[in-house]
């Protein structure tokens, strides 16, 4: 099992930056996929970032470019580089582990808001 804390979130202008970080605890970090979702108001959660054991990493198309995610092994931290922030980057953030063995993200932290004024 893994726990997941996320912290960094915020109210930030339109066009400024943000980095979120997790911090992971429990099993073997280095043999977890990665991610970045997010959830806004009335919408679905959608994907915004991965990063696997081999650090290939994946990317929302409407973050593509903007945000850089990256992990830290050592440290049992992933992040999450944020700019050009825009509006509808508002969402509360969540960090999600998924193990080899899985096609799908099991563990995932209670999320930070972060929010983008205009």
């Known amino acids: 099992q893994v726990q997941l804390v996320e912290s960094g979130g915020g109210l930030v202008q339109s066009g400024g930056s943000l980095r979120l970080s997790c911090a992971a605890s429990g099993d073997t970090f280095s043999l977890y996929a990665m991610g970045w979702f997010r959830q806004a108001p009335g919408k679905e959660r959608e994907s915004v970032a991965t990063?696997?054991?081999?650090?290939?990493?994946g990317y929302g198309a409407t973050v593509k470019g903007r945000f850089t995610i990256a992990r830290d092994n050592a440290k049992m931290m992933v992040y999450l580089q944020m700019n050009s922030l825009r509006p509808e980057d508002t969402a509360v953030y969540y960090c999600?582990?998924?193990?080899?063995?899985?096609?799908?993200?099991?563990?995932w932290g209670q999320g930070t808001q972060v929010t983008v004024s205009s």
């Open positions: 999600a582990a998924r193990p080899r063995s899985s096609l799908t993200y099991r563990y």
């Open positions: 990063i696997d054991w081999n650090r290939n990493t």
